[in-house]
């Protein structure tokens, strides 16, 4: 195959499992289903600018990039694309096309610095580093065998409950009050201080992968004040997606708490491999998911481009 070959064109209904299988290819680590994939492309926030292009070659689908204008911030002109392709048909221009097609359309919405999380291995770094991308944060994934046992569970502190996210499925509103007052801090290049509810809703809450029955809040004397976002694929593998606890609360145990619980609600429920994503820098997180039996099993490091 030669780039002459490739067809870069938008991503559609029958791609997803195509696509979904391009990201997971060699990444055991991500869970990422075609059913969210369909989610993520039928909806539609006209701010984002949100997008995915598929690379296909002789009809198959080798590769994709997903890419959209950051929300949740103050900050603006910042935009994100991540994407992947089969390993057998790497090194041979489809990731290229795939990203400066990303580029073209971000930029034609007045992004001017292009966020793109690159594998941390020496392929991936040289692959951006050619194209412009200044290497940042660095990622640590941890992996967990949900068959080993669990850490006992501390006794809960007077007044905390641990409950399910089904218990808000009416009215989330609390839940997100949790998670826009801890991501203020939560590390990264870019500040998340305008965190808007609808767009939660459309973003979070709604996501078909979401299991609001593993997904732990923590209650103090009735008040969510920390919880544990779990997504799965709906067979053997299990995400934790954000884990969050309002700022006045912290140092208490809340975080590790609720991630237990979740863990050891997936483990009853028949998953059986466990995985989550934190900042290098995120040393009290890193320190919990040591103590739930996480493993580091991969990392990536965060590439930054200015566009135009």
């Known amino acids: 195959m030669n780039e002459t070959e490739l ?31 369909l989610w993520a492309n039928a909806r539609q926030n006209p701010d984002e600018h949100f997008r995915t292009f598929v690379a296909e070659s002789d009809g198959r689908v080798v590769g994709a990039v997903r890419c959209g204008v950051v929300l949740g911030t103050t900050t603006t002109g910042v935009g994100y694309a991540n994407g992947s392709v089969l390993p057998a048909f790497r090194r041979r221009g489809a990731a290229t096309a795939l990203l400066a097609a990303a580029e073209r359309h971000l930029a034609g919405h007045g992004v001017t610095e292009l966020h793109s999380w690159l594998d941390d291995e020496p392929a991936a770094l040289a692959f951006g580093a050619a194209r412009g991308y200044q290497v ?24 905390v409950e641990l409950r399910p996210a089904t ?21 990264g290049e ?14 979070d809450w709604a996501r078909p992968d979401l299991d ?5 809040v923590a209650v103090v ?13 709906g067979v053997d593998r299990y995400w934790s997606a954000f884990t969050a606890c309002r700022r006045e609360f912290r140092g208490r145990g809340l ?11 997936a483990a009853a429920a028949g998953y059986r491999r466990a995985y989550t994503s934190n900042d290098a820098t995120n040393a009290p997180m890193l320190a919990i998911n040591a103590w739930l039996g996480y493993e580091r099993c991969a990392g ?3 590439g930054i481009k200015r566009l135009g």
Not at 173 to 181: I, M, N, Q, T, Y
Not at 255 to 265: F, G, I, T, V, W
């Open 167 to 187: 218990d808000w499925v009416d009215d989330p509103r609390p839940l997100f009050l949790v998670e826009a007052d801890a991501i203020r801090d939560e590390p």
């Open 136 to 159: 940042g944060r660095e990622a640590h994934f941890g992996g967990r065998d949900l068959t080993l046992p669990l850490p006992s569970a501390p006794e809960l502190p007077a007044g």
């Open 7 to 37: 067809t870069i064109r938008d991503f559609c209904p029958a791609d997803a499992e195509a696509v979904a299988a391009a990201h997971r290819a060699g990444r055991e680590h991500l869970v990422w289903t075609a059913e969210a994939l």
């Open 221 to 233: 004397d009735g008040e969510p004040v920390a919880l544990t976002l779990a997504q799965t694929d």
């Open 190 to 203: 870019v500040t998340m201080d305008a965190l808007d509810y609808e767009e939660w809703l459309r973003g």
């Open 255 to 265: 975080s590790k708490l609720a991630k237990l619980e979740s863990l050891r609600l």
């Open 300 to 302: 990536e490091r965060r």
């Open 212 to 216: 609001l029955a593993l997904t732990v």
